[in-house]
Nanobody
Framework: QLQASGGGLVQAGGSLRLSCTAS?????????VGWFRQAPGKQRELVAD???????NYADSVKGRFTISRDNAKTVVYLQMNGLKPEDTAVYYC?????????WGQGTQVTVSS
């Protein structure tokens, strides 16, 4: 079971850090953990992901502002979001891809006011 937390209301230019935790040790397996977001009326989109080897991938819209990382114990995956913009407003979800299976957590709301 995945748990996303850390969302909230912030002014434009502010920062938030999201956390994704998992029950069990799934993050220690050969998985890709990703952060996705879905704004009202829009499709869910990839924000960033990180492989078990530490390789990262970012959407162009967040490059240079967001950073995905893991703690050393591989129990939490973070999304540090700096320089937030109103267009970053969305529900943010974490997802684990294990082989061909995807496991989704519940979302956390991020609202950026102008």
């Amino acid at each position: 079971q995945l748990q996303a937390s850390g969302g909230g209301l912030v002014q434009a230019g502010g920062s938030l850090r999201l956390s994704c935790t998992a029950s069990g040790s799934i993050f220690r397996l050969n998985v890709i953990v990703g952060w996705f977001r879905q704004a009202p009326g829009k499709q869910r989109e990839l924000v960033a992901d990180i492989s078990s080897g530490g390789s990262t991938n970012y959407a162009d819209s967040v490059k240079g502002r967001f950073t995905i990382s893991r703690d050393n114990a591989k129990t939490v995956v973070y999304l540090q979001m700096n320089g937030l913009k109103p267009e970053d407003t969305a529900v943010y979800y974490c997802k684990v891809r294990l082989g061909v299976r995807d496991f989704w957590g519940q979302g956390t709301q991020v609202t950026v006011s102008s």
